[in-house]
């Protein structure tokens, strides 16, 4: 049998640190945090929780959504989800594993967190040059195309709510609000949205979002990225109709599953 060794809290402990630390485990263990439940389990004040937690977002701990809740940041995530994201990457894997075999690309799924798009899965191509595994990758929303394709399902009052109201991590300034609603409009003309270079130099991708209508506000997408000399290819009529065809069967199978992004 294994010993258990019980850890006594040191005398030297401090105490700032610690509340951190326990922060730092909650976000792990829960899908959504909010300041007054974090509060609450760390036994301190709102502000004090805040002030913690602003911390941990600003080190990459923490995302914050529009509904002022936090889940795990890019530093805390691996090549998989924990806990609750694993059932619905365990739905989402068999679309996305069969999308990159169809079109010999890699394949993106990817949440919308406030202004930020974070990757949770990647199936990748089996093409020798490649874009490799994105999982874990926390990217601006505005500039990802998974990220334009879910932000072009909100209203532009919403949009323009979510862009005033929060700071934009990784970018140089303040996103230039007309310009990202013009270009949100061309993708829900399109029906899917690009980025050609906006993200890294060489790398080009166009994604839809994940939704059972035009009509319904997604938080999800699927992307597919490509080298940028393959641009062409993934933006033709065959590799789009495959794209959206996957998003559909992927909405339906996260509705059959009770699976529902951000709840």
Not at 13 to 23: H, K, T, Y
Not at 42 to 51: E, G, I, K, M
Not at 126 to 146: D, I, K, M
Request: charged share 20%; net charge positive; with cysteine.
């Amino acid at each position: 049998m294994q010993n258990i060794r019980i850890v006594k809290k040191p005398g030297y402990a401090v105490d700032s640190v610690d509340r951190a630390l326990q922060l730092i485990l909650l976000l792990q263990e829960n899908s959504w945090l909010r300041i007054a439940d974090a509060a609450r389990a760390l036994d301190v004040a709102p502000s004090t929780a805040h002030r913690l937690m602003s911390t941990l977002v600003y080190r990459g701990f923490a995302l914050q959504d529009d509904q002022r809740r936090y889940c795990a940041g890019p530093a805390l995530r691996s090549g998989t989800a924990a806990g609750p994201g694993r059932a619905l990457i365990a739905a989402a894997r068999p679309h996305l594993e069969e999308l990159a075999l169809d079109i010999q690309e890699t394949v993106n799924l990817v949440e919308r967190v406030g202004t930020t798009a974070r990757y949770l899965f990647s199936a990748e191509g089996p093409q020798l040059l490649r874009v490799g595994n994105r999982a874990g990758t926390v990217l601006p929303a505005h500039l990802s195309s998974a990220g334009k394709a879910i932000l072009s399902t909100l209203a532009d009052s919403a949009v323009g709510h979510l862009y005033t109201r929060q700071p934009q991590p990784g970018t140089s300034g303040a996103v230039r609000l007309p310009e990202l609603l013009s270009e949100l409009q061309e993708v829900r003309r399109l029906g899917y949205a690009v980025n050609m270079g906006g993200t890294e130099a060489g790398l080009a991708a166009v994604g839809v979002p994940v939704s059972a209508s035009q009509r319904h506000q997604a938080s999800l997408g699927i992307s597919v990225s490509a080298p940028l000399d393959r641009a062409e290819r993934i933006r033709d009529a065959a590799t789009l109709k495959s794209l959206r065809t996957a998003a559909k069967a992927l909405a339906r199978s996260l509705d059959t599953a009770g699976l529902v992004p951000g709840a």
